[in-house]
């Protein structure tokens, strides 16, 4: 339901700079998704009237994904006057004139922070008569943040920095979490009065906290829970920590919804991943972007799949897969490596030390070890020998290679596309096929096999194979 009293406002305009990285900062991924699509996520989540995320550095890749997450956002550019206060400013001018609501402001590196904690802080901010209301938190170390003051009777006074704070403040571990719930009005009439003198010279959205105050205004603070849920990401260990606090609630998510993980700290599971109750996922697997795994179905350990979809009681085990489709019941690895396009039938196998890409294999058909199958299609209840080999490529262009039903390959060969080898048909070891084979035919390519007698002692002699073949009764 939309909110009508509501407008988000989405800080996304810092550079990042701590995090050393030609990536803006934002778009470092976290379980799958950019940092800031966690935080436009909870957003879209409160169902605001209005929303708008203000960006400046990298602005371009930003709105870029902006657009594809939260397209019913306003996208503001901060322009050269440095601060949160001049980015919150310029977001309130293109809210409409008629919206006389509440404004909550959040920043885009708090990804952790969920719609719940923020729609119960609304509703604390909306049961007070207060201004304005602060979302605090009690985290194990306040170094470095500043502090929330409060009252002998516990109301809030005041937020005092880090470097401002007296010996006696700074023994306080209640702390400013950065994210600010207003009303309007106060706001509007609060942003107008901030200057950028000051040692930064930045306008800061803290000191509108201080001019309410000074005018008489009530504000409130509310702490949350748990202090990672305001943690925000300046640097790539602050990445890891928020990364790995996320991936233990994803897959403690799904524990509690009938999947076996067996081992929790190995096992990563990206956002937009989902299994089905009775999976089981065992040590050192990744699941990654928008795979599926249908119930039954059991992956690892060692496995990464990407955007892969497995079916019902397929097994999947120590196997590099990407953009493919295992079918029910099918069987891939140990050692496999599945590229995109890549799509097995059901109860079929892909077995030891095979690569596939771009290739169909059909319902229980097997490609047990040691091959490459490359743009190929392979029909139903056909076997490939092991080192078979696909050759899909002249040096121009890719061909395809076709292979019937209950085709049966021998070891050794190489299917020269593009090629079509027709239903039951069979292949010699070691054969090299060029033409095409018609269903129920037997295509070898044999030379003669030529034993030459004495060799051995003739052109090796005295080592131990000559004198091996002089004492040997053969």
């Known amino acids: 339901m939309t909110d009508n009293r509501l407008a988000v406002i989405v800080l996304a305009a810092g550079q990042g700079a701590r995090m050393k990285s030609s990536l803006p900062k934002l778009l470092h991924p976290l379980a799958g998704m950019p940092v800031i699509s966690h935080v436009l996520a909870t957003a879209k989540a409160l169902g605001a009237a209005h929303l708008v995320t203000v960006v400046r550095h990298e602005r371009d890749r930003l709105v870029q994904v902006i657009t594809e997450e939260l397209p019913e956002s306003l996208v503001v550019d901060q322009d050269d006057i440095p601060g949160t206060g001049r980015a919150v400013e310029q977001a309130v001018e293109v809210l409409p004139a008629d919206f006389e609501g509440d404004v909550l402001v959040i920043n885009g590196d708090v990804p952790l922070l969920d719609a719940d904690t923020l729609a119960a802080f609304i509703g604390a901010h909306r049961a007070s008569a207060a201004a304005a209301t602060v979302l605090s938190a009690v985290p194990d170390d306040a170094t470095g943040y500043g502090r929330i003051i409060r009252s002998e009777r516990g109301d809030f006074d005041r937020i005092v920095e880090q470097k401002d704070a007296s010996a006696e403040e700074l023994a306080v571990d209640e702390i400013n979490a950065g994210v600010y719930l207003f009303g309007l009005a106060a706001l509007r009439e609060q942003l107008a009065l901030l200057t950028t003198e000051n040692v930064q010279g930045e306008k800061y959205l803290t000191d509108v906290i201080g001019l309410l105050r000074g005018a008489g205004s009530d504000v409130s603070a509310v702490a949350v829970a748990e202090a990672w849920l305001v943690a925000g990401i300046n640097d790539r260990a602050q990445l890891s920590e ?33 299994l089905a109750p009775d999976v089981t996922i065992l040590p050192g697997t990744q699941i990654e972007g928008e795979t599926s795994v249908a119930t039954g179905a059991v992956v690892g350990p060692d496995t990464t ?30 050692f496999s490596y599945l590229r995109p396009g890549t799509v097995l039938g059901a109860d079929g196998k892909i077995g030891a030390y095979v690569e596939t890409k771009n290739a169909t294999i059909g319902a229980g058909s097997k490609v047990p070890h040691l091959s490459y199958v490359g743009d190929a299609t392979v029909g139903v209840g056909s076997n490939i020998g092991a080192g078979t080999i696909f050759a899909n490529y002249d040096g121009v262009n890719k061909h395809r290679s076709e292979i019937g039903s209950h085709v049966r390959t021998g070891s050794h060969n190489v299917f020269v596309a593009p090629i079509r080898i027709g239903d039951g048909a069979y292949t010699g070891a070691g054969t090299v096929v060029r033409k095409d084979v018609a269903a129920g035919s037997l295509a070898i390519s044999v030379a003669p096999q030529r034993n030459m007698d004495g060799w051995v002692q003739a052109n090796r002699p005295g080592t131990d194979a000559a004198q091996a073949a002089e004492t040997s009764g053969d």
């Open 242 to 274: 928020a990364a790995l606090k996320l991936n233990a609630l994803i897959v403690r998510g799904w524990q509690l919804a009938g999947v076996t993980v067996q081992d929790p700290a190995t096992t990563w599971i990206d956002m937009k991943a989902t």
């Open 305 to 334: 799949l990407r955007d892969c979809e497995v079916g019902e009681n397929a097994v999947v085990k120590r196997t590099d897969a990407t953009q493919a489709v295992i079918g029910a019941g099918a069987s891939v690895g140990p």
